[in-house]
């Protein structure tokens, strides 16, 4: 029996998941193999990339493995969450209804803003003396 796989791409910041899901017995995750509380390393984090689970409430459960690289811990967290919302909408279109008002279909296009010639940072300026 050949498992047949959704994947699907999530982005925030630098940081990019791409997601693999399959149907399983119970939702399970596992980041960059190894489990969402041991990757994160706080709870806060592994809830967040867990999110769209909990707002969709998907009638079936999923095994997925999640490829993370870039950015920080929570950006990388939030990129899983993005993954993982677009996969659940290609497998259950109806939870699309629900992700989208919760803002977890939308990527977010915050970024850093680059650095110009002749400051400091992106806007800090050299202090400027008059005499």
Do not use: C
């Amino acid at each position: 029996m050949a498992t047949s796989f959704i994947t699907a791409v999530g982005r925030r910041k630098t940081a990019i998941a791409t997601v693999r899901m399959s149907e399983a017995d119970k939702n399970s995750l596992m980041v960059n193999g190894k489990s969402p509380k041991e990757f994160f390393k706080t709870d806060e984090r592994a809830r967040t990339a867990l999110e769209a689970f909990t707002i969709a409430e998907a009638a079936k459960n999923y095994r997925v493995t999640a490829n993370v690289t870039g950015g920080g811990v929570a950006a990388q967290a939030e990129a899983v969450r993005h993954a993982i919302s677009r996969a659940l909408t290609k497998s259950e279109p109806a939870t699309r209804a629900k992700l989208k008002p919760a803002g977890l279909m939308t990527r977010d296009p915050r970024a850093k803003e680059r650095k110009k010639p002749g400051l400091v940072k992106a806007r800090k300026r050299k202090q400027w003396s008059k005499r």
